[in-house]
């Protein structure tokens, strides 16, 4: 039982930075940023597991940033290219027992809103 809010989106020139934010309620453990673009699927760019771990589809590592706070979630975008002209997500996945009865990410998942990011040449 999730609730999520994006916000920082906007238009930047190529190669400039934006910072989203995700406002978050609820079991906030398992987190993620997906975007969509024009006429393609939507992808996961970022993710930070409850361990703190994070991982970042390959397009973006070295450019884009994961990190949270409490009750928020962070998207540092920076070198920003036209291809990542997209509506960006904020995800939050509930717990799901796994294996021994340990708990793992996976259960049902949220969804914020989503914030447009459009970046030009």
């Known amino acids: 039982q999730v609730q999520l809010q994006e916000s920082g989106g906007g238009s930047v020139q190529s190669g400039g930075s934006l910072k989203l934010s995700c406002a978050a309620s609820g079991d906030t453990r398992c987190m993620a940023w997906f975007r969509q673009a024009p006429g393609k699927e939507r992808e996961v760019v970022a993710d930070?597991?409850?361990?703190?771990s994070s991982t970042y589809t390959d397009s973006v590592k070295g450019r884009f940033t994961i990190s949270r706070g409490p009750g928020i979630l962070y998207l540092q975008m920076n070198s920003l290219k036209p291809e990542d002209t997209a509506m960006y997500y904020c995800a939050a996945d509930d717990l799901f027992v796994g294996p021994g009865g340990k708990a793992h990410c996976g259960g049902t998942r949220y969804w914020g809103q989503g914030t447009q990011v459009t970046v030009s040449s």
């Open positions: 930070m597991r409850m361990d703190g």
